[in-house]
């Protein structure tokens, strides 16, 4: 078996199909894909909604709740208790196989008319304003996070505890702004960082404490700006950089940033991973062009699965815990196997395609809103006969009989779902935010879009008259409503006004750190300037030997005073200003 180079029937751009992977569509018995791995992660994504929330009636009683749904989108909703309940049977909704119409056109008129949960949580304690969990204990607009506890403004977070304010997180403590932070402790805006504490505004470090503005520290204590400093020295020089008052801070953040640049950083954030290519990869084998994955083997094209083991997979997003043989599926997990092309699907399912939001369940064919059932075509059921004869006959009917869009594209079996029937806007789906499109982008492809809301809040003080020091706040700023700094004048989803809450004052005042200026929505923007997206480029090494121009080795390196010669995959793009080194010439500076 040959590689192939194929045409991409979305972008017209060429890709190439490897032997293993063909190797692994005719073991799962699907034909190769016609969209490149960039589109199919787009579509994949337009299907999920990570961290908005509105409100908008529920479909039993008329009542105003929360919903990952907003209120443009055409599904149906229930309380998210009430969906879990025995008190209805999605069976009721029931199809019959119209084999005059493309299946896709019954799948979407069935979505329709089955309810989904308000918002996807599990096994909350309460968590009333926190989506896309699991398992997560006491927090507040905590969403896209499982086993959080006491926490608040994470999104994307796992395993942490008294947290605020964070993006990619794992199994830290007392710790805020930071993004891709794992098993830290007491640390502060800060990126890329593992197993330390007392930290702040530092980048790529591991094993340190009591650092501040730092990059690229092993095992190190007492360092600002990498410089050592003794621990009495050292916490002098924090008092007089007075971390408490906001003007000190930002111009310190400044200074950070700039610091940064001036430091190569590694062409891939993982460690402990054999052949492996993509980033934010940990503790995996195999694994290639993937984002933020841990545990996980033999996998390809895969995102955000942190929760292993995860094996032989492909275009497989969000979740995992003991899954295996997912294709083209998310939100998937908790002992899965053999998922293809489905969304939102969990606890021991298998042997299930094209079915939406069920658990509990298999043997399934599109399908939506079922729990624990078997053999189940459109809702309806049929005998493990009746169920295995028509299976072939359906596939069939999809292919010679392919659903089209407005745009001219097939959707043959073997396709995801069009990103037309996405219930989500564009714009409020997680495709927007790694690959965002305008407005008239996304509706010459007949993709919803959700208009800025009209905000008319009554302001009470301006972030300008915020006191400049922690230590100076009082409790009464818990009353205020504040305006955003960006005064809805962004294109960060601004809500224009926020208020501080309790939980998060105590914490400021416990970390010495000022109040924020920023809504969250504006927050959590300004953090995702510090993480990289799932688009990968070859590039080649940028350590230009020892008398580099751009950064001085302090070490000698394999290639000697030469231009290193290695080449990589990486998700720095190549106009990014960071100098990218890799795996070697890294490891030489960093030791």
């Excluded at 196989?97 to 996807?120: G, M, N, R, Y």
């Excluded at 939102?344 to 042997?351: A, L, M, V």
């Excluded at 492809?445 to 800025?452: A, I």
């Excluded at 070859?538 to 290639?559: D, V």
């Amino acid at each position: 078996m040959k590689s192939e180079t194929r045409n991409c029937q979305n972008c017209q751009k060429d890709f190439t199909i490897e032997p293993d992977d063909f190797t692994f569509y005719e073991k799962i018995q699907v034909p190769p894909p016609t969209w490149c791995p960039k589109c199919r992660i787009i579509r994949r994504m337009s299907w999920r909604n990570s961290w908005h929330l509105y409100k908008r009636p529920e479909a039993l009683s008329g009542e105003i709740i929360f919903s990952a749904f907003p209120p443009e989108s055409p599904v149906k909703i229930y309380d998210r208790d009430y969906w879990w309940s025995d008190a209805w049977d999605p069976t009721e909704y029931a199809k019959d196989i119209d084999w005059s119409k493309p299946f896709f056109d019954q799948l979407k008129e069935l979505t329709k008319e089955v309810p989904f949960a308000a918002h996807s949580t599990v096994s909350n304690i309460n968590c009333d304003y926190c989506t896309n969990a699991s398992w997560i204990k006491n927090c507040y607009f905590t969403r896209a996070a499982s086993h959080t506890e006491d926490s608040a403004y994470l999104i994307w977070d796992n395993g942490s505890k008294s947290c605020l304010d964070s993006h990619m997180t794992e199994k830290c403590e007392l710790s805020y702004g930071n993004v891709n932070a794992i098993r830290c402790y007491k640390t502060v805006s800060s990126v890329n960082c593992e197993d330390c504490q007392n930290i702040i505004l530092s980048k790529d470090c591991v094993g340190c404490s009591n650092c501040v503005g730092c990059i690229g520290l092993r095992n190190k204590n007492y360092h600002i700006f990498n410089i050592p400093y003794s621990k009495e020295d050292y916490e002098k020089k924090i008092q007089e950089l007075s971390l408490g008052s906001w003007q000190s801070y930002q111009n310190l953040r400044k200074q950070t940033t700039e610091f940064w640049l001036k430091f190569p950083v590694k062409y891939l954030q993982g460690v402990q991973n054999s052949n492996v290519s993509g980033d934010y990869i940990y503790n995996s084998k195999n694994v290639q062009h993937s984002y933020r994955v841990s545990n996980t083997e033999d996998s390809k094209y895969c995102m955000n699965l942190l929760d292993g083991p995860i094996k032989d997979c492909y275009d497989y997003a969000n979740w995992g815990a003991g899954s295996e043989l997912i294709y083209d599926s998310l939100v998937c997990g908790n002992q899965t196997y053999n998922l293809k092309f489905c969304w939102n699907c969990h606890t021991s399912t298998k042997n299930t395609e094209y079915s939406l939001w069920y658990h509990s369940s298999s043997d399934l064919f599109g399908c939506v809103g079922l729990k624990k059932k078997q053999y189940c075509i459109l809702n309806k059921q049929y005998s493990k006969e009746e169920y295995e004869k028509l299976i072939p006959q359906l596939k069939k009917h999809m292919t010679n009989m392919p659903y089209v869009d407005k745009m001219g594209r097939i959707y043959a079996y073997g396709e995801f779902f069009p990103s037309e029937m996405s219930p989500f806007p564009y714009n409020v789906s997680e495709a927007h935010e790694f690959f965002p499109k305008t407005k008239a982008e996304a509706q010459a492809e007949n993709l919803m879009w959700k208009e800025e809301e009209k905000r008319s809040y009554n302001i009470t003080l301006k972030s300008d008259d915020l006191t400049d020091n922690i230590n100076d706040t009082k409790d009464n700023i818990l009353n205020e409503t504040i305006e955003c700094e960006h005064a809805g004048n962004c294109s960060d989803e601004c809500t224009s006004a926020f208020k501080i809450i309790s939980q998060e004052l105590q914490f400021l005042k416990r970390l010495g750190i000022p109040l924020p200026r920023l809504c969250p929505n504006c927050r959590h923007y300004e953090r995702l300037t510090h993480r990289n997206l799932p688009e990968f480029y070859q590039r080649q090494c940028q350590c230009e030997g020892k008398t580099g121009k751009t950064y001085q080795n302090t070490a000698t390196h394999f290639h000697s005073e030469d231009k290193c010669p290695n080449e990589f995959e990486t998700s720095y793009a190549p106009d990014r200003p960071e100098i990218v080194y890799c795996e070697q010439c890294y490891q030489s500076e960093v030791a």
